[in-house]
């Protein structure tokens, strides 16, 4: 059955010695990807690896809210292929900002992000969104800036009304394995209770590894593991999961063919 990653970083460090198997290892199980980039760097590699293979590998460009760099559109546009599906990871990210520059940072964080969606609204994008502590500022600028585009949600971590303000906006809502070791029964209701078609798959490897490999790096091919705990919440075979998932990444992402081995 096909599963699809819409957001792994194999593209960054952790990954340098062992990239390719890495890859081969999610193809063979029928996993699909979209390596996201954090800055100008990660970004190339994700899309030099994106070019690279003919199938299932895909590249998101953008930067992540608390990188110091800022946001050249024109470093970015001449990286741009057909395999490019996205923009991001960019958000905001008030976690752990020191007092001292706070206001400073936070006046940083909303530009570049901001300088993204514009980028993504020139291209025809979707936007990866990467959010901790800031829902509130990142939901008015989305209103202001974003109203009437696409993206997701990565890594959700809120309440359902906080979900379902997203989906109001006609955004999608992206879980990993945080969902498997939830203890709070937030993220089960946000399952339950976001329409089917709005739901991704992720895994942001090399971070929040599922059980049975907690505690050991993260690669896509564990995807399967967040698409069976959604099974799970919602009573239903992994098997409908993995195919129902798989396909609105490819509505989301504008990717037309299917794996070459799936049904």
Known sequence: MP???????????AFKDDRDDTVKRSLDAQTWMINV??????????????????????????LHPTESEIFDDSGYETGLSEKVVAVGECGLDYFRLPEEGREAAIRKQKT????????????????????RDAYPDLLEILKKEYSGFQGVVHSFTDSWDTARQFLDLGFYI?????????????????VEKVPFEKLLTETDAPYLTPPPFRGKRNEPSYVQYVAAKIAEIKKMDVEVVG???FENARALFKIKKKPTNSP
């Open 174 to 190: 992206a879980l990993n394995g945080i969902l498997t070791f939830d203890k709070t029964g937030r993220l089960a209701e946000v």
């Open 37 to 62: 980039g954090t800055d100008s760097a990660s970004s190339k590699i994700a899309v030099d690896m994106a070019d690279k293979y003919p199938e299932g590998v895909f590249a998101s460009v953008g």
């Open 112 to 131: 570049e992000f901001v300088k993204q969606l514009d980028f993504a609204k020139k291209h025809g994008l979707p936007v990866i969104i990467h959010c």
């Open 243 to 245: 195919e129902q998932t």
């Open 3 to 13: 599963f699809f990653d819409t957001h792994a970083h194999v593209n960054l460090e």
